[in-house]
């Protein structure tokens, strides 16, 4: 059983900053590429920022410059650093893995239960 857990997440005013935790546990052999995705109501899930086991790091055009995927392998944990945040980030961001639970089995797709973000004056 794998579970990811977000946190971090909450309310802030323009310009502010916030980070974001996404914990992995359970039986876990090995994680491969991490990502954060947000949805805001009427709008498709979209992908955020996504990095490799070895650290390459990939973002959407929306934010990059302002926000900073990164990971702890040791820890299973990924963050995402968000600086500058416009009202237009308001969001659920939810945090996606590919997890290999056993050596002989290939890895699978798994999802976080989502945080809320809100940014406003």
């Known amino acids: 059983q794998v579970q990811l857990v977000e946190s971090g997440g909450g309310l802030v005013q323009p310009g502010g900053s916030l980070r974001l935790s996404c914990a992995a546990s359970?039986?876990?052999?090995?994680?491969?590429?991490m990502r954060w995705y947000r949805q805001s109501p009427g709008k498709q899930r979209e992908l955020v920022a996504g990095?490799?086991?070895?650290?390459?790091?990939n973002y959407a055009d929306s934010v990059a410059g302002r926000f900073t995927i990164s990971r702890d392998n040791a820890k299973n944990t990924v963050y995402l650093q968000m600086n500058g945040l416009k009202p237009e980030d308001t969001a659920a961001y939810y945090c996606n893995a590919e997890i290999r639970v056993l050596p002989s089995r290939p890895s699978d797709n798994y999802w976080g239960q989502g945080i809320q973000v809100t940014v406003s004056s």
């Open positions: 359970g039986t876990i052999f090995s994680i491969y590429d």
């Open positions: 990095i490799t086991r070895g650290g390459s790091t």
